[in-house]
């Protein structure tokens, strides 16, 4: 299969699906991450386009662990918002990469750009095989299936499917890990919500957690998104 995880900031992707993707790498999918926004006000101290293009490389980097491919829409970081381009956009990302299985946040959570970038993928799966919406990459015949991964902390997020990532976690550390960039600005800008640990501990937190409800060591938790009424005919993460 084809997977596409979407998230709206470099490194949204690593923390919440990262061990999942490590496994459907392993198993010989073709693997896509992208981002809608660039990360371009992710620094304290560096110009917009200077952060934003450290971003983009943390996010190729950590994708090149498993052997996926990075995509950016490159939008202005907190300043995401729905017009035609942006929907046009997103629909031509999914009909670049073919994807059977798409990734990506819950729809309720603590940032507009995971929201709204939860929201268009949602709005816009249904018309992927659309012919007379016209974009570079061509449509295909198929509605992709979409899964939402948790928000930060798993606040007020109850999973009915789990992953077991516990031979994948080192993947997601290092893909974690990755983004540098993002350990001194969440020091710098959100302290009291991360404390003295760098932001990615809780990352290891979280997956313990979701391990633990499944019975497993480590684990990721979804969501399904029933878009187009459908329900899979056999379980599609792995």
Known sequence: MNILAIGAHPDDIEESCGGTLAKYAKLGHKVFTATTTNGNIGSATLPMDEIARIRKEEARKAAEIIGAEYICLDYDDEMFFEDKAARIAIIDLIRYCKADVILTHSPTDYNPDHELTSKMVNDVAVMIPIAKI??????????????????V?????????YVDISEEIELKRAMCYAHQSQISWMQDNYKDAVGDGDFFEGMMAMAKFRGIQCGVKYAEGFRMAYNAFRIPPYRLLP
């Open 134 to 151: 016209e974009t570079r990459s061509k449509p295909y015949d198929k509605i992709p299936y979409l899964f939402y991964f948790e928000p």
């Open 153 to 161: 902390h798993g606040i007020g997020f109850n999973p009915t499917e």
